[in-house]
T-cell receptor, first 114, second 115 residues
Framework: DQQVKQNSPSLSVQEGRISILNCDYT??????FLWYKKYPAEGPTFLIS?????DKNEDGRFTVFLNKSAKHLSLHIVPSQPGDSAVYFC?????????????FGTGTSLTVIP | GAGVSQTPSNKVTEKGKYVELRCDPI?????LYWYRQSLGQGPEFLIY????????DSGLPNDRFFAVRPEGSVSTLKIQRTERGDSAVYLC?????????????FGPGTRLLVL
């Protein structure tokens, strides 16, 4: 059963505009959320994270919003640049004594059009 | 470099053969994770090491899969009697292993193709 879902497999945005990538999760015990960016033939690269005690975290052009009641998080990229074109994965985890198993969504392929 | 490295980058094998995939984590990272990513899917958890011990191996699909980390650094994922369905990208990640600093850093992956 997919505990983290990214329902949009692809997104196209004009350069300079805002990109909004969405992610939903089902497990209310998740307390840490991350976004990863992946280029072809490379491993996922960490982008930004948010703890469940916050509802927003910002890092330069990237902002992650968390709505715990809706079990929804989103990644905003403003302004979007052609170099942002990649597959974006959201991931969620719950810290346990046995470690921090991450559950990943299926990814959203973002294309930023120059 | 200072990142996670994985070897080989690509591996082609025949059905029924044995393969080993290696992961070198970031120096100082006590936690090490193996994931498998099939086409069109996100990474799927396989096993987690804290130090030398496998703290959680609940993601290993069956007993053909085994992983070790004998000295608490390098890890090897071993697959016996490979099947075509094992074809995927195998990703390794490491983290500090400290609560609230659990960001996992991924290697480039090993692309395994079983013919």
């Amino acid at each position: 059963d997919q505990q983290v879902k990214q329902n949009s497999p692809s997104l196209s945005v004009q350069e300079g505009r805002i990109s909004i990538l969405n992610c939903d999760y089902t497990n209310s015990m998740f307390d840490y959320f991350l976004w990863y960016k992946k280029y072809p033939a490379e491993g996922p690269t960490f982008l930004i994270s948010i703890s469940s005690i916050k509802d927003k975290n910002e890092d330069g052009r990237f902002t992650v919003f968390l709505n715990k009641s809706a079990k929804h998080l989103s990644l905003h990229i403003v302004p979007s640049q052609p170099g942002d074109s990649a597959v974006y994965f959201c991931a969620a985890s719950r810290f346990k004594n046995t470690g921090n198993q991450f559950y990943f969504g299926t990814g959203t392929s973002l294309t930023v059009i120059p | 470099g200072a990142g996670v490295s994985q070897t080989p980058s690509n591996k082609v094998t025949e059905k029924g053969k044995y393969v080993e995939l290696r992961c070198d984590p970031i120096s100082g990272h006590t936690a090490l994770y193996w994931y498998r990513q099939s086409l069109g899917q996100g990474p799927e958890f396989l096993i987690y090491f804290q130090g030398t011990g496998a703290a959680d191996d609940s993601g290993l699909p069956n007993d053909r899969f085994f992983a070790v980390r004998p000295e608490g650094s390098v890890s090897t994922l071993k697959i016996q009697r490979t099947e075509r369905g094992d074809s995927a990208v195998y990703l390794c990640a490491s983290s500090l292993g400290v609560r609230d600093q659990e960001t996992q850093y991924f290697g480039p992956g090993t692309r395994l193709l079983v013919l």
